[in-house]
């Protein structure tokens, strides 16, 4: 057998040539296109539905939530277990497969059976979603918001948690690859109205109807459209409140003819949103925390290098004093890893040929 390979190499050297380029060439472009990570991910084929609650207990969340959730996706075809974790405020169900449905099919059946789950959760005690389409190794980049020098006193946490929601969490979104971006620390912007009850009792006025003129006077309607000399102006009804101004000038009920507004019976302020903890970083204070995650069984080193190529764009336009600091790069480690790789492979071959 070997003599005829041999035979037939030496009769047709250019086939042989053109096979052996062929071969020189694919490996080449497999060095520079070939997925590349610190790890391997072993991460089973899992989806987790997550559910949260700010008024139920854990006992609570486990009855109404976690257990009709779990009925729901126990009959679900591939399913090989189920597990859950009941904490207060949150419910969350991880559903694992068989492999071979591959990641999308799963999220479809669930998605299916999560109109179900909802209708038998009580109304208002919450909606389950589907968590992103990642893993434990997701985490690719993270960052942290800073302050230059002579800029502490410019910006609030506050400001720097707005400043990544709203402007650095939407620009990174989009990247091929790119599953999700979270949010750590800082405060999360809202408006709080504080009633005082003396003010509420001595105008006749409910807690209910405060909630409801809150609630319904914060739309936006459209209408229809006039024409007018060739053009056309929409009509649109803009009721939205923009400011604490805004709020404190809705009108709850009327009592004899005099409006009873917001401000009557109550004070408006900026506030923020009951958190859990906090982010520090380089014993300068509180910061914020920006976390990349890769979509699963992507290409980490391209996605990484389009997550370094936004964030230098978003750089560019932050405000004056805001930069972001680059903490978790997986790129780092894989360059590492890879090295070691190369390094180990080169002394083998070396000691081979000794």
């Known amino acids: 057998m070997l003599e005829k390979i041999i035979d037939f190499s030496i009769r047709n050297k250019l086939i042989v040539i053109l096979f052996t380029l062929t071969v020189a060439a694919f490996g080449l472009y497999a060095v520079f296109h070939i997925p590349v990570?610190?790890?391997?991910?072993?991460?089973?084929?899992?989806?987790?539905?997550?559910?949260?609650?700010?008024?139920?207990?854990?006992?609570?969340?486990?009855?109404?939530?976690?257990?009709?959730?779990?009925?729901?996706?126990?009959?679900?075809?591939?399913?090989?277990?189920?597990?859950?974790?009941?904490?207060?405020?949150?419910?969350?169900?991880?559903?694992?497969?068989?492999?071979?449905?591959?990641?999308y099919l799963p999220r479809q059946l669930i998605a299916e059976k999560i109109k179900s789950a909802t209708a038998k959760i009580p109304e208002g005690f919450g909606e389950p979603e589907m968590g992103p389409i990642t893993t434990g190794l997701g985490e690719i980049y993270q960052y942290t918001l800073d302050l230059k020098e002579g800029y502490e006193d410019k910006y609030t946490a506050t400001d720097l948690r707005t400043i990544q929601d709203w402007v650095i969490k939407r620009r990174l979104s989009g990247i091929n690859g790119v599953v999700e971006i979270n949010s750590w620390g800082g405060f999360l912007k809202q408006y709080e109205v504080a009633i005082e009850p003396t003010r509420l009792a001595s105008l006749g006025v409910t807690l209910m109807e405060v909630f409801d003129a809150l609630e319904a006077n914060n739309h936006i309607s459209g209408g229809a459209y006039i024409e007018k000399t060739n053009q056309s102006y929409f009509i649109r009804g803009d009721g939205q409140v923009g400011s604490v101004a805004d709020i404190e000038a809705i009108v709850v009920k009327q009592t004899q003819g005099v409006p009873v507004c917001i401000r009557d019976l109550a004070s408006v302020q900026e506030g923020h949103a009951n958190r859990y903890g906090a982010i520090t970083a380089n014993g300068k204070g509180e910061t914020i925390l920006g976390q990349v995650m890769m979509l699963k069984n992507a290409n980490s080193k391209e996605v990484i290098n389009a997550v370094k190529e936004r964030v230098a764009e978003i750089q560019e336009n932050l405000p004056e004093g805001v930069t972001i600091t680059p903490i978790v790069d997986r790129s780092d480690l894989v360059a590492k890893t890879t090295l070691t790789v190369v390094e180990n492979l080169i002394l083998g071959a070396i000691i081979v040929f000794l």
């Open 37 to 103: 990570g610190a790890v391997p991910d072993i991460t089973n084929n899992q989806v987790q539905v997550i559910t949260t609650s700010d008024n139920l207990s854990t006992q609570e969340i486990e009855q109404y939530i976690t257990a009709p959730v779990e009925m729901e996706m126990a009959n679900l075809p591939g399913v090989k277990e189920i597990r859950s974790v009941s904490k207060f405020g949150i419910s969350l169900v991880t559903i694992v497969f068989d492999e071979k449905l591959g990641t």
